[in-house]
């Protein structure tokens, strides 16, 4: 019998006869080693269970049950985010570490727009702050580095690389001095999908560190 391309959420997988869904569901918990995305069996399980899925996704195409979860994140990520400024922290600090310009901070204030492109393929990022501080970047899953221009905007690059981690996507940089150091930004979204925090933690060749969250919302 054909299987209609649908969209059933989980609870209903459980009621279908000789059931798809818990063959999905066996298959997942069978696994105990953790996903490409550093996600165990019951965390995936969790992600099932908060919403509809595309059984077309689980049973109609060559991809595993932990291959289809990721692409349901990737589609809830992509997209343009827009800063919440009273939810976030300030950067401040951040600034004040690197002794960025003073024309540079005032465009950091009216930063307000990010926008995400997950594929398969890579992971693009759009940060939006009037043209002068518009930050592009794109770094493949397959964990090669990438080299961008500065986010500082001075001379030289950063080398930079996309890794999944149980929050959710991180980009890992690193640049050399004058102002040296190394930037994780997690990319760690709600429950409900309406919230994405930017985690960031920066670590200086001097050994200072500054951290702070930047709070999106869709």
């Given at each position: 019998?054909?299987?209609?391309?649908?969209?059933?959420?989980?609870?209903?997988?459980?009621?279908?006869?000789?059931?798809?869904?818990?063959?999905?569901?066996?298959?997942?918990?069978?696994?105990?080693?953790p996903s490409k995305s550093g996600q165990t069996a019951s965390q995936l399980v969790q992600k099932l269970?908060?919403?509809?899925?595309?059984?077309?996704?689980?049973?109609?195409?060559?991809?595993?049950?932990?291959?289809?979860?990721?692409?349901?994140?990737?589609?809830?990520?992509?997209?343009?985010?827009?800063?919440?400024?009273?939810?976030?922290?300030?950067?401040?600090?951040?600034?004040?570490?690197?002794?960025?310009?003073?024309?540079?901070?005032?465009?950091?204030?009216?930063?307000?727009?990010?926008?995400?492109?997950?594929?398969?393929?890579?992971?693009?990022?759009?940060?939006?702050?009037?043209?002068?501080?518009?930050?592009?970047?794109?770094?493949?899953?397959?964990?090669?580095?990438?080299?961008?221009?500065?986010?500082?905007?001075?001379?030289?690059?950063?080398?930079?690389?996309?890794?999944?981690?149980?929050?959710?996507?991180?980009?890992?940089?690193?640049?050399?001095?004058?102002?040296?150091?190394?930037?994780?930004?997690?990319?760690?979204?709600?429950?409900?999908?309406?919230?994405?925090?930017?985690?960031?933690?920066?670590?200086?060749?001097?050994?200072?560190?500054?951290?702070?969250?930047?709070?999106?919302?869709?």
């Amino acid at each position: 019998m054909a299987v209609a391309h649908t969209m059933l959420p989980v609870s209903a997988l459980a009621a279908t006869p000789v059931c798809l869904g818990c063959m999905c569901m066996k298959r997942l918990k069978k696994s105990a080693r953790p996903s490409k995305s550093g996600q165990t069996a019951s965390q995936l399980v969790q992600k099932l269970a908060k919403g509809p899925i595309d059984l077309q996704i689980l049973i109609g195409r060559p991809l595993s049950a932990t291959q289809a979860i990721e692409q349901q994140t990737q589609a809830e990520l992509s997209g343009r985010w827009q800063k919440d400024k009273s939810q976030s922290d300030s950067m401040q600090k951040a600034c004040d570490v690197v002794e960025l310009k003073w024309v540079l901070r005032r465009a950091l204030a009216i930063l307000n727009t990010l926008e995400i492109e997950d594929t398969p393929d890579h992971f693009q990022t759009i940060i939006k702050a009037g043209g002068i501080m518009d930050v592009v970047e794109q770094y493949p899953w397959n964990g090669q580095e990438r080299q961008h221009s500065r986010r500082d905007k001075r001379a030289g690059h950063h080398h930079g690389k996309v890794v999944r981690t149980e929050r959710g996507p991180a980009i890992r940089v690193r640049w050399a001095d004058p102002f040296g150091g190394t930037c994780q930004d997690t990319f760690d979204m709600s429950e409900d999908g309406k919230q994405l925090t930017q985690i960031t933690e920066m670590v200086m060749n001097t050994g200072e560190i500054c951290n702070y969250n930047s709070c999106q919302s869709s």
